[in-house]
């Protein structure tokens, strides 16, 4: 089920492949929205661990500090050496960790990882910045009616300059929803990059004034076990949740080219 205010129709890609991908990866069409990629009632076990988790913070930006993440992901080491340091310490560990919230089950995101490295032509890898390996599988939560991402974007190149994230051409972003409100958390998704202007906005407070850009050309209301994958470098946003706790994890993939492996951290 999608389209709360807009239609997918030939937008979308509804199969996670070489084709969607390569597809995506080239801005022929807005996204890769495969329903009931989890089964609901694993989705549902993971989302119960994520509110309980001791590693249950809150990103650090003025405009996503509303937003719960469990464990740090690599955009909330915040140029800091201490912290980048530590980030990296921990990412193993938290991989582990969050696989582990899916025991038995297959962790959705190692799911996708695995579909990445078969599909892509160049294959796909784990990311590491300076030989370091990142972490990933960063599960979100957001509170009813107090969370929400303002339209932004996301691209490495505001989290490091580290040579592995050099010449990357598309930034894609999948989601994985493992419980959705009735009411509200809906992905809003704009088909084009920030201003200069708006891209200044977003890296100081990590998104814009709604009322300060169009409507935007999608609006999906996900159901828990859907997967979507979008161009994160791209406006995109979420609404508040209306009725109840969205809980989701995420992952970006850096593309570089069709004939380069892909790379994915959270």
């Known amino acids: 089920m999608s389209g709360a205010t807009g239609t997918e129709g030939s937008d979308f890609s509804h199969e996670l492949s070489r084709e969607s991908l390569l597809r995506l990866a080239r801005r022929e069409i807005g996204a ?24 249950l913070g809150n990103y650090h930006k003025k405009h996503t500090s509303t937003v719960g ?17 530590r980030y990296h310490d921990a990412a193993l560990p938290s991989i582990h960790d969050v696989r582990s919230m899916f025991a038995p089950h297959l ?28 972490y990933i599988g960063a599960l979100r939560v957001f509170q009813p009616t107090t969370s929400t991402f303002y339209p932004h974007n996301d691209h490495i190149s505001q989290e490091t300059d580290a040579p592995e994230s050099h010449g990357v051409v598309e930034q894609l972003v999948a989601n994985v929803y493992l419980r959705v409100p009735d009411e509200g958390g809906d992905l809003q998704l704009w088909r084009r990059d920030p201003t200069p202007a708006e891209t200044r906005t977003i890296l100081e407070v990590e998104g814009l004034d709604p009322d300060s850009v169009e409507p935007p050309v ?49």
């Not at 890769?32 to 590693?55: N, S, T, Y």
């Not at 740090?72 to 980048?84: G, Q, S, V, Y």
């Not at 892509?120 to 300076?130: E, F, I, K, V, Y």
């Open 69 to 85: 993440r469990v464990h740090m992901p690599h955009i909330d080491t915040a140029w800091n050496a201490e912290k980048i340091s």
């Open 107 to 134: 962790s959705p995101i190692d799911h996708v990882r695995l579909l990445l490295q078969e599909y892509w032509p160049g294959g796909a890898n784990l990311l590491r910045l300076r030989g370091r390996p990142c």
């Open 218 to 266: 999608h609006v999906i209301h996900p159901q828990a076990g859907d997967l979507i994958i979008f161009s994160s470098q791209m406006l995109h946003a979420v609404t508040p949740a209306r009725d109840g706790h969205r809980v989701g994890m995420a992952a970006f993939i850096a593309c570089k080219g069709p004939d380069e492996p892909l790379l994915y951290w959270s």
């Open 32 to 55: 890769i929205h495969v329903p009931g990629f989890c089964p609901q009632g694993v989705a549902e076990q993971a989302a119960r661990k994520a509110l309980q988790h001791d590693a």
